[in-house]
């Protein structure tokens, strides 16, 4: 029977709420002892109201959204819908009216989520979400009463309290039937990213393992049938992936719903219920009140456990384990299949058990503009506290890297702790513990990592996640960095010449060698031989750049996917020997278009500049003083260029001042040999005249 004459009905639902039966029941209850709950109050002791509505008016302006799988009622009316009436002219608020022939009075209506007809289906889900970390306390009022009949297998088949991942909440409904519009059913999906399914079991399929998604590995009390009047709490899932059994009433020594009846014999027959997430235990717990039966008005427990420690992203649909979701919403779902009834809700509230104020938190990234393969390179994330609430609560940081992308070392940042990183599997996870209440930029995270394989020119995108347990949401950031060619190590030595290397796959003698390779290859270095320059002869190769790069006409040794064509780089110099004070031009090829160029001499830059569109840059050099042999090298992102450059003393010097000191220092060493062959040639000169008289005196005598 589907809920036509709603007036009846609603005569019972006044006499058991406002008469006598009531009364008598509280007084009976009282009298033997029981804590009795009321039913009508809000949630005791709770920090904030997300929902507190009775949904007996004929509107309502919940927060909220609704669903129903495209189901009706039977007489074509909407669900979900609120049953009081008068109906109002010009539909309002969040939640639709039932439009009834009889309306419920004002004040005494309910949310109808099915009515006795077969395969209905809908449920509000609360159009926000709340933290984790501050837990939740729901109660609500369930009514499942009326069906059986018309061909029905029975009553079928019960309301569900869900949890899912947020933001963003769901905003469709699992399939009707046992699923109970939460876990999947064969090949149709469950709610999205759900994380608990909490099944008010009227017929039994939501207890059985038909109503589970794959990769669920049954436990001993769950069985392929049904399983009446129970309750069961099902897990995260996604799609048509998970929703597993994780307790129930059925796994109890001695059942509580032995004496608790899910549905009842009209609508004053029903069963109030507790849902409590608990986020210093981090457990979850359900309590049933029933009206009637031997446990009437007595709160008893009937499922509990710890709250899972995987959840599906609300964003990603992706499994993250080994956490809980920092942000949940809930929603309350009822369904129908072969078997019917009516459902209903009323006198619903939801609350926070604890106030924690929300902290909002933001992410940065950085890393070069490009990068070689196999070339180590860093990227560097920086999360941050926006909010005026400081935070004091852990905050994580997940990356997994994209596939042609792997770590080359574990993370580390200051204060955080990486240890939990998957190095095989490229997962970064590190976390970072306030001493206290932190607001601002937190200490970054550095990322090492290189390219494993990728198509030169492609740019890779990666993405970080940082959240905490008592955050809005989390934030995420990205770094691209382009592929631009194959990494070789720069020298080891800093003012050291390397001679440059062929491939390993093509040996060749040293450049030094008279002898030619054995089969052709790039013309090598010029052999010594005496440069022009005035002072000292230097081997030409000296002045010969350096390159990170070589061109070779093979393919280069290192593994990528697919044939790729490796960009020439290259560092020369205009002229690769000065002398003190003198400049030279710094011109080179192979790095990313646009890229910021830095050249450097003895770690000390000595200019800057942009590459072109193509990759190529130039700018002017000037080594410090001194003389001898430098190293300059250009470094655009994760590239590397080196070229040597030779400071030699000179007599020539465009300076005048220099000029001047030379000429001095000529005139003096000048004055010096003349003065001394002078004086020398005067004393062979009386030399030769004292001699010459010595032998006309002695021819004399």
């Given at each position: 029977?589907?809920?036509?004459?709603g007036a009846?009905h609603?005569?019972?639902?006044?006499?058991a709420?406002f008469?006598?039966?009531r009364?008598?029941?509280?007084a009976?209850i009282v009298?033997?002892?029981?804590v009795?709950?009321?039913?009508?109050?809000?949630v005791s002791?709770?920090?904030?109201?997300?929902?507190?509505?009775h949904?007996?008016?004929?509107?309502?302006?919940?927060?909220?959204?609704?669903?129903?799988?495209?189901t009706?009622?039977t007489?074509?009316?909407?669900l979900?819908?609120l049953t009081?009436?008068p109906?109002?002219?010009?539909p309002t608020?969040?939640?639709?009216?039932?439009?009834?022939?009889?309306?419920d009075?004002?004040?005494?209506?309910a949310?109808m989520?099915t009515?006795?007809?077969?395969?209905e289906?809908?449920d509000?889900?609360?159009?926000s979400s709340?933290p984790t970390a501050?837990?939740?306390d729901i109660?609500?009022?369930?009514?499942?009463?009326?069906?059986?009949?018309d061909g029905?297998i029975?009553?079928a088949?019960?309301?569900?309290?869900?949890?899912?991942?947020?933001?963003?909440?769901?905003?469709?409904?699992g399939?009707?039937?046992?699923a109970?519009g939460?876990?999947?059913?064969?090949?149709?999906?469950?709610?999205?990213?759900g994380?608990?399914?909490?099944g008010?079991?009227?017929?039994?399929?939501?207890?059985?393992?038909v109503?589970?998604?794959?990769g669920?590995t049954d436990?001993?009390?769950?069985?392929?049938?049904?399983?009446?009047?129970q309750?069961t709490?099902r897990?995260?899932?996604n799609?048509?992936?998970?929703?597993?059994a994780?307790?129930?009433?059925?796994e109890?020594?001695s059942?509580?719903?032995?004496?608790?009846?899910?549905?009842?014999?009209?609508?004053?027959?029903?069963?109030?219920?507790?849902?409590v997430?608990?986020p210093?235990s981090?457990?979850?717990s359900?309590?049933?009140t029933?009206t009637?039966g031997?446990?009437?008005?007595v709160a008893?427990?009937v499922?509990?456990?710890?709250?899972p420690?995987?959840y599906?992203?609300?964003e990603?649909?992706d499994?993250?384990s080994g956490?809980?979701p920092p942000?949940l919403?809930?929603a309350?779902?009822?369904?129908?299949?072969a078997?019917n009834d009516?459902?209903?809700?009323d006198n619903?509230?939801a609350?926070?058990k604890?106030?924690t104020?929300?902290?909002t938190?933001?992410l940065s990234g950085t890393?070069?503009?490009?990068?070689?393969?196999?070339?180590?390179?860093?990227?560097?994330?920086?999360?941050?506290?926006?909010?005026?609430?400081?935070?004091?609560l852990?905050?994580?940081m997940?990356d997994t890297?994209p596939s042609n992308?792997a770590?080359?070392?574990?993370?580390?940042?200051?204060?955080?702790?990486?240890?939990?990183?998957?190095m095989?599997?490229n997962?970064?996870?590190c976390?970072?513990?306030p001493?206290?209440?932190?607001?601002?930029?937190?200490?970054?995270v550095?990322?090492p990592?290189?390219f494993?394989?990728?198509?030169i020119?492609?740019?890779?995108?990666?993405?970080?996640?940082?959240?905490s347990?008592?955050?809005l949401?989390?934030?995420?950031?990205?770094?691209?960095?382009?592929l631009?060619?194959?990494?070789v190590?720069?020298p080891s030595?800093?003012?050291q010449?390397?001679q440059?290397?062929?491939?390993?796959?093509?040996p060749?003698?040293?450049p030094t060698?008279?002898?030619?390779?054995p089969?052709?290859t790039?013309p090598?270095?010029?052999?010594?031989?005496?440069?022009?320059?005035?002072?000292?002869?230097?081997?030409?190769?000296?002045?010969q750049?350096?390159?990170?790069?070589?061109?070779?006409p093979?393919p280069?040794p290192?593994?990528?996917?697919t044939p790729v064509?490796?960009?020439m780089?290259s560092?020369?110099l205009?002229?690769?020997a000065?002398?003190?004070g003198?400049?030279?031009?710094a011109?080179?090829?192979?790095c990313?278009?646009?890229?910021?160029v830095?050249?450097?001499?003895?770690s000390?830059?000595?200019?800057?500049t942009t590459a072109?569109?193509v990759?190529d840059?130039?700018?002017?050099?000037?080594?410090?003083?001194g003389?001898g042999q430098?190293r300059v090298?250009?470094?655009?992102?994760?590239?590397?260029?080196?070229?040597?450059?030779?400071v030699?003393a000179?007599a020539?010097?465009?300076?005048p001042?220099g000029?001047?000191a030379?000429f001095c220092v000529?005139v003096?060493v000048?004055?010096?040999?003349l003065?001394?062959?002078?004086?020398?040639?005067s004393?062979?000169?009386?030399?030769r005249r004292r001699t010459?008289a010595?032998?006309?005196?002695t021819?004399?005598d």
């Open positions: 029977m589907h809920r036509t004459g009846s609603r005569r019972q639902k006044t006499v709420r008469g006598l039966l009364a008598l029941l509280v009976t009298g033997l002892g029981f009795v709950l009321p039913i009508d109050s809000a002791g709770a920090a904030t109201t997300l929902i507190s509505d949904f007996s008016h004929p509107t309502s302006t919940s927060n909220v959204n609704v669903a129903s799988g495209g009706t009622q007489d074509g009316g909407p979900p819908c009081a009436g109906v109002p002219a010009t608020g969040t939640i639709a009216n039932c439009n009834l022939p009889s309306p009075v004002d004040g005494s209506g949310l989520l009515d006795a007809g077969f395969y289906e809908s509000i889900i609360y159009a709340f501050d837990g939740l109660n609500f009022d369930a009514h499942m009463y009326g069906g059986g009949g029905s029975g009553f088949d019960g309301i569900s309290f869900d949890l899912a991942t947020a933001p963003p909440g769901p905003t469709t409904i399939p009707p039937g046992g109970l939460y876990a999947a059913s064969g090949s149709t999906p469950g709610m999205p990213h994380y608990l399914g909490v008010f079991d009227e017929f039994g399929n939501y207890s059985n393992s109503s589970e998604g794959s669920c436990p001993s009390w769950e069985h392929p049938y049904a399983q009446s009047n309750v709490v897990g995260p899932g799609g048509t992936i998970g929703y597993c994780l307790s129930s009433s059925l109890q020594e059942d509580p719903m032995d004496s608790i009846q899910l549905h009842g014999d009209d609508f004053s027959s029903y069963v109030h219920v507790e849902v997430i608990d210093t981090k457990t979850y359900v309590t049933l029933p009637t031997a446990d009437a008005g008893v427990p499922a509990s456990g710890p709250l420690d995987s599906y992203d609300a990603t649909g499994l993250v956490h809980i942000q919403t809930f309350v779902a009822a369904s129908s299949g078997g009516n459902h209903e809700i619903f509230d609350a926070t604890t106030d104020p929300l902290t938190l933001a890393g070069p503009a490009s990068a070689g393969l196999n070339g180590s390179f860093n990227m560097v994330f920086t999360p941050s506290v926006t909010s005026k609430q400081a935070e004091a852990p905050v994580t997940d890297l992308e770590l080359t070392a574990e993370p580390f940042g200051t204060g955080w702790d990486c240890s939990a990183t998957d095989t599997n997962v970064v996870e976390v970072y513990t001493t206290s209440g932190v607001t601002g930029a937190l200490p970054a550095t990322i990592t290189k494993t394989s990728g198509t020119g492609s740019s890779v995108t990666d993405t970080a996640t940082v959240f347990s008592d955050s949401a989390p934030a995420s950031a990205d770094v691209s960095v382009m631009v060619s194959v990494f190590p720069p030595t800093p003012n010449p390397s440059p290397q062929p491939p390993p796959t093509q060749q003698p040293p060698q008279p002898t030619p390779p089969t052709p790039p090598g270095p010029t052999p010594p031989g005496p440069t022009p320059s005035p002072v000292t002869p230097a081997p030409v190769h000296l002045f750049p350096v390159t990170t790069v070589m061109p070779t093979t280069t290192t593994p990528i996917p064509t490796v960009p780089a560092l020369t205009s002229s690769p000065i002398i003190p003198g400049s030279t031009t011109s080179g090829t192979g990313a278009p646009q890229s910021p830095v050249l450097s001499i003895l000390h830059t000595v200019a800057t072109n569109q990759g840059f130039s700018a002017p050099v000037s080594p410090p003083s003389s430098f090298v250009a470094t655009c992102g994760a590239v590397q260029l080196t070229a040597f450059l030779e030699v000179s020539e010097s465009s300076n001042e000029g001047a030379v000529f003096l000048g004055v010096i040999l003065r001394g062959q002078f004086s020398t040639s004393r062979q000169r009386r030399r010459a010595d032998i006309l005196g021819s004399g």
